[in-house]
C-alpha cells in the first residue's frame, strides 16, 4: 500500500515516465537486421538496373545540345497542352541555362525522369491489382499511407546503410517517397469507370483484360495521370533531399548553398527546381486533359 500511493501519484503527475514502447530499439534492429541480410542483394540485382536507367537517361540528356533540347521541348509542350506551354517550358529552361545551371538541370531532370519510370513500371500494375483485389488494398492501405508521410530524410539513412552514398540511393529513396500517388490513383481511377461501359463491353464479348485495357484503362486515364502529376513533383522534392547523401544536380546547388550560407547560390537553385516543377506540371496536366477519358466525358 505504501508503494502504490507513490506510483499512483507518479501516473496522474506524469504517466508516460512510468512506461516507454521501445520503438526506436526495434526500428534500430529491425534495419541493421535488413542491412546485414540484404545488403549483397541489393548491391546486386537491385542497384545495378536502376544505376543503368539512370546513366542512359543522364547520358542521353548532356549528350543532346541545348538548341536541339529546347526545339524538342517545345514539340513536347506544344503537343502535350499548347503552344503556349512549349513557349513557357523553353523560355522556363533558357533561364536556368543562363544561370549556369544547364549541367545540374540534366542531371536533375534524369534522376526524375528515372525514378517516375520505376514508380510507373511498379506502381500501375499495383494499382490495377487493388482496383480488382479488395483485398489487396486493403493490406496495401496502411503501408501506402507509411510510405507517403513519412519525412523524406528518413529515407536517407536505410538507403545509404543498403547502398552507399551516390545517385543509386537518392533514387531508391525517391522511388519509394513518389509511388503511392501512382498506385493510388490508379486503382481510383480504375474503380470509377462506370458499370455501363465494362457492362456493354461483356455484351459484346469481350474478356476481362480486353475489358481492362481498352475499356477502363483508358478511361480512368485522366486519374492515372493525375497520380503521374503527383508523382512527379514528389519525386523532385525528393531528388533535391537526396543531394545530402551525394545525388548531385540542381538539389546540391541548394544543399551547398545551405552550407555555406550562400543565400545567392541556394536561391538560384531553388529556383531552377521552381522553373522545372512548373514545366513538368504544365507538360503532365495537358496530358491528363487530352487523355481519352477527358474527351470521352466532354463528348458525353
Do not use: H
Not at 538496373?49 to 540528356?61: G, Y
Not at 516543377?277 to 487530352?290: E, S
Amino acid at each position: 500500500m505504501n508503494d502504490l500511493i507513490p506510483m499512483l501519484g507518479g501516473f496522474l503527475s506524469d504517466p508516460f515516465e512510468l512506461f516507454n514502447i521501445p520503438i526506436e530499439e526495434w526500428v534500430t534492429q529491425f534495419v541493421n537486421w535488413l542491412v546485414d541480410t540484404f545488403r549483397s542483394f541489393f548491391r546486386t540485382y537491385v542497384s545495378p538496373p536502376v544505376k543503368a536507367v539512370m546513366e542512359s537517361v543522364q547520358w542521353l540528356l548532356t549528350s543532346t545540345p541545348p538548341l536541339i533540347f529546347l526545339a524538342v521541348l517545345f514539340v513536347i509542350g506544344w503537343r502535350s497542352a499548347s503552344w503556349k506551354v512549349g513557349l513557357f517550358a523553353i523560355i522556363a529552361f533558357t533561364i536556368i541555362g543562363f544561370m549556369g545551371l544547364w549541367d545540374g538541370l540534366m542531371v536533375t531532370l534524369s534522376l526524375v525522369i528515372t525514378a517516375v519510370l520505376f514508380c510507373l513500371v511498379i506502381g500501375i500494375p499495383i494499382g490495377i491489382l487493388c482496383s480488382r483485389k479488395d483485398l489487396t488494398y486493403t493490406i496495401l492501405r496502411p503501408i501506402l499511407d507509411i510510405m507517403q508521410t513519412t519525412p523524406p530524410f528518413v529515407y536517407l539513412v536505410p538507403a545509404v546503410m543498403l547502398f552507399s552514398i551516390g545517385n543509386v540511393p537518392g533514387l531508391i529513396a525517391t522511388i519509394i517517397f513518389a509511388m503511392p500517388p501512382t498506385i493510388r490513383l490508379t486503382n481510383l481511377g480504375i474503380r470509377q469507370v462506370p458499370g455501363q461501359y465494362t457492362e456493354a463491353a461483356t455484351a459484346f464479348g469481350s474478356t476481362p483484360r480486353q475489358i481492362l485495357w481498352k475499356v477502363q484503362v483508358p478511361l480512368a486515364l485522366p486519374t492515372i495521370m493525375a497520380g503521374l502529376n503527383q508523382t512527379i513533383m514528389l519525386a523532385l522534392s525528393m531528388v533535391v533531399i537526396a543531394a545530402i547523401i551525394g545525388a548531385g544536380g540542381l538539389g546540391l546547388e541548394v544543399f551547398q548553398g545551405l552550407n555555406r550560407l550562400d543565400i545567392g547560390q541556394a536561391f538560384v537553385g531553388g529556383l531552377g527546381i521552381v522553373l522545372l516543377a512548373m514545366v513538368l506540371d504544365r507538360i503532365t496536366q495537358g496530358l491528363g486533359d487530352k487523355a481519352p477519358g477527358n474527351r470521352a466525358g466532354g463528348d458525353e
